[in-house]
């Protein structure tokens, strides 16, 4: 399903697809291949360009090539080193096939050696593979972490913006009253597309990096960026999902983020076996020499790079520069265009440095029309290597500001502060969005997209919603309405009220809400590091076992369900809660609920007796918890959006323990037990082969006579939509448990089987593959089968079959095989279910659909 953190993506997106039709028009499509007239080899990676512009692109290492550009252009020239250039005219608005050969150029003929595909590649006794395995042999020596100690300057900007706009697009009625965001533009001096910047950002640190202890500390002196209405943006989670989208590039780390994706690195320690490798050039002006050597995949729509490295043969074997791209065949979604440019100095101990990174993307929802580009500089100053620095500059969380942001905008002189300076289109973006937002027009479009996306309406001091659970059915409720809303930061950063009230048609009875949290370090309940105490009051229905978010589980695409689904609760829960977090992503919540719960539908809670003894039902039952949770999550980032706190994914373990402790005798509790739980969550990357997510938990029960609504009834999915934390074909209430082990594996293999089929390839399809593991059992003293003290019967169904079982010797086990990315934002699962197929209304094979929207 889709959630607020892709906001940012699907309304700008959303935008690029109102004027995809207009800007369609007036172009001239070129493509075809490139060859030695007098060989006939194909020539890799020849340089196409148009004249007097930078519109241009390379051919690809089958010596193939495409490209589109205004229809204002009539020439267009192919060069390449050895090889006198070639310029051809072109039918100016048509799509059309021109095929290159090319002439060796005499004079150069001494000087270069080109090699074409005459012989079939081979990493053997080939000399670009012999220096890049230097390269990679060099590369611990290279890296900045060599050292014990080190510190720099760095600078970093990232902009975005409109791309590749026309005229006729400029003056579409939508941006009527936003002309003057095109005033900076020159058309003519970019090729006749326009491009037009709408956000930037901008931070000034000191970075200090010690090997031993490893420790990476950036202290921020100064920051800035273009801020949008909170009424309607999250900034602060804006700002986190740019930055996770454009990450740091190291090129000498393994894997490369790119896009929330990882791309295994042209001198990774595999680097050979998904590459291929040409020696372009040897550039003898330069001290010490550079070879330019070029690299592609062996298959180009894996999640791979192509481009150049300059690499020195002064014994170092360092990059001097790098440029990376990717195929426009490479299987990552909405990318238009990639380019990536590395540069590194050589400093005073002879090793190279960073100098100057920038990454550049292009997303777009087409091949032509406009796009959404952006853009991240880094520059890297004022190095200083093998310093001490004493502990305390190194404690506390990896990024710190040295100053208060609540302060008053101080007078910190960016212009002679930035190492860079902006671009002239970037000069006016903070004024430019400023004056955007006091546009009537501009106001009521994000109005409109917030409520479609993030699911409130705002009414300035509260929000109305969400609108997913306004209206929902259920067989014990009938047709459900529900109306609800939350207070904002505009009321306060320190209280916050969340409330609702919902009306059951069939059952004719209100449900309701309540909840009153208090922040206890002025931040919003959402945002890192949490720090509050809240209590709460709800009185709903519930499917047993089945625990959703606490106050959206009517959303409107849970009703649809398979088989049967009529024994639920009227639960009275009442719960009070204090959270801390701290910056280590150590986090700790202790609470207390106080819960009664009333069966409902054909549900009915049976004492277990003796056959010759009657059975009455009760009629409800209360019990009373304190709850303790400890999470650590090293490393742990956050995209906060405004409805809730998604984490974002990384390469280190999430752990989570849970202890629930029954209080009987208190509040009406009847049951005393002890319950722990224990999970471990990790992401493991495979490079090439794709990453998995692998979950394990643990859990045990201590005490007996329990009733089993009070033991650990197993999530099960009676709906067609895949549910990650769920047991798809498992029925509800089907599996109870005081002790259990589960293991939970999602393997993504982001197409790396498909990409290789000729015609399947197109589609840019993934795999997927998912197992789930699930053993476990009820103790003799909790098991109604077994114990008539103080237990309740198991359900039964209309002819008094038992629906709910104890796990056995054998493991409830399910696996399924998915195609992902169909239409790039829909996963389709073919699921099958191992072992106790004999108990009624179960399914051995079913179909699940699940929405997920990435790059």
């Given amino acids: 399903m889709l959630t607020s953190r892709h906001f940012p993506l699907v309304l700008l997106l959303s935008i690029l697809m109102q004027g995809y039709t207009a800007s369609h028009a007036q172009t001239t499509t070129v493509r075809g291949v490139i060859s030695d007239e007098k060989t006939g080899e194909t020539l890799p990676y020849v340089s196409i360009i148009i004249p007097g512009t930078t519109l241009g692109t390379s051919a690809d290492a089958d010596g193939r090539y495409a490209l589109t550009i205004p229809a204002s252009y009539a020439r267009i020239t192919f060069s390449y080193i050895g090889y ?30 080109i090699r074409g595909k005459a012989a079939r590649y081979r990493n053997r006794d080939n000399p670009a593979v012999q220096l890049i395995r230097q390269v990679i042999e060099h590369k ?29 697009f400029k003056d579409k009625r939508i941006f009527r009253n936003y002309q003057f965001l095109f005033q900076e533009q020159d058309s003519t001096a970019i090729g006749g597309a326009i491009t037009l910047p709408a956000y930037l950002q901008e931070k000034l640190s000191q970075v200090y990096f010690r090997k031993n202890p490893y420790v990476k500390k950036q202290w921020v002196k100064a920051s800035q960026r273009a801020e949008f209405d909170s009424k309607f943006v999250d900034n602060d989670g804006l700002s986190a999902y740019f930055n996770r989208i454009y990450e740091d590039i190291n090129l000498y780390d393994n894997n490369i983020s790119v896009a929330t994706n990882l791309l295994l690195s042209p001198i990774a320690t595999t680097a050979p076996t998904f590459y291929k490798y040409f020696i372009r050039d040897t550039l003898k002006t330069q001290v010490p020499w550079l070879v330019e050597l070029g690299f592609v995949p062996r298959n180009k729509t894996d999640l791979l790079f192509e481009g150049r490295l300059f690499v020195t ?31 590194f100095d050589k400093h005073d101990d002879g090793r190279y440095y960073p100098s100057k990174t920038t990454l550049r993307m292009e997303f777009a929802v087409g091949e032509k029309g406009p796009g959404l580009l952006g853009q991240r500089v880094v520059s890297y100053t004022h190095y200083a290597t093998d310093q001490p620095r004493p502990d305390s500059l190194y404690r506390g969380p990896a990024e710190q500001l040295l100053y208060n942001p609540k302060d008053k905008p101080s007078t910190f002189d960016w212009q002679a502060q930035r190492p860079i300076p902006l671009e ?10 400023d004056t955007l937002q006091t546009i009537p027009s501009f106001r009521r479009t994000m109005d409109i997209a917030s409520l479609f996306l993030a699911g409130y309406k705002s009414l300035g001091l509260v929000e109305v919603g969400p609108v997913n659970t306004f209206y929902s059915f259920n067989p014990v409720e009938g047709f459900r309405l529900r109306f609800g809303g939350r207070t904002t930061t505009e009321l306060s950063t320190r209280y916050f009220f969340e409330t609702y009230a919902a009306y059951g048609f069939t059952d004719q009875r209100w449900k309701y809400f309540l909840s009153g949290t208090y922040s206890l370090n002025q931040k919003s309940v959402y945002h890192f590091p949490l720090h509050y105490v809240k209590m709460s009051y709800q009185h709903d229905t519930k499917i047993p076992g089945q625990d959703l978010q606490f106050v959206q589980e009517d959303n409107f695409l849970l009703s649809f369900k398979r088989g049967a689904n009529n024994r639920w609760l009227y639960n009275d829960v009442l719960r009070l809660e204090y959270v801390r ?101 990790k992401r493991v990357y495979l490079s090439q082969l ?15 006579g329990i009733p089993f609504p009070l033991l650990t009834i197993h999530r099960a999915n009676q709906t067609y939509a895949y549910q990650l934390n ?55 003293e909790n098991n109604p089968e077994k114990t008539t003290l103080g237990v309740y019967q198991f359900p039964k169904d209309e002819q008094g079959r038992p ?50 929207l990435d790059f």
């Fill in 803 to 852: 629906i709910s079982y104890a796990l056995g010797s054998q493991p409830y086990l399910e696996g399924s095989v998915g195609v992902a990315n169909i239409f790039k934002l829909l996963r389709v699962d073919l699921v099958k279910r191992f072992g106790y197929l004999d108990h009624p209304q179960v399914t051995e094979w079913g179909i699940r659909a699940r929405f997920r």
């Fill in 84 to 113: 006198e250039s070639v310029q051809k005219e072109l039918a100016v608005g048509k799509a059309q096939v021109i095929d290159v050969k090319m002439k060796v150029d005499a004079a150069l003929l001494k000087e270069v050696t």
């Fill in 313 to 343: 043969l002064d014994g170092n074997y360092a990059v001097q520069h790098a440029y990376l791209t990717v195929n426009k065949d490479i299987n990552l979604n909405f990318m238009r265009d990639l380019e990536a440019s590395l540069e």
């Fill in 581 to 681: 977090e701290f910056q280590s992503r150590l986090s700790y919540k202790v609470g207390f609920t106080n819960w009664t719960q009333h069966p409902a539908g054909i549900l009915a809670y049976l004492p277990s007796t003796t056959e010759d003894e009657p059975s009455l039902p009760v009629a409800s039952l209360t019990n009373t918890e304190l709850n303790l949770e400890l999470r650590y999550a090293p490393k742990e980032q956050f995209y906060q959006g405004k409805l809730y706190r998604t984490p974002i994914v990384n390469k280190y373990p999430v752990f989570t323990f849970r202890y629930n402790a029954g209080l009987k005798g208190i509040l009406g509790g009847g049951t005393s037990y002890h319950q722990f739980t224990g999970t471990v969550a």
């Fill in 140 to 168: 611990a020596e290279n890296q900045m972490a060599h050292h014990a100690y080190l510190e720099y300057e760095q600078y970093e900007k990232i902009s975005f913006g409109l791309s590749h706009l026309t005229d006729r």
């Fill in 690 to 704: 794709g990453y998995m997510d692998l979950t394990a938990e643990g859990g045990f029960i201590r005490g007996g």
């Fill in 726 to 780: 769920s047991y798809n074909l498992m029925n509800f209430l089907e599996f109870v448990s005081d002790h259990h082990a589960s293991l939970d594996v999602q393997y993504y293999l982001n197409g790396f089987l498909f990409n290789k089929v000729p015609l399947l390839k197109q589609l840019k399809l993934r795999e997927v593959v998912s197992l789930k593991a699930l053993i476990g059992g009820l103790r003799d």
């Fill in 424 to 433: 002239r289109t970037e000069l006016a973006i903070y004024q430019h969005v």
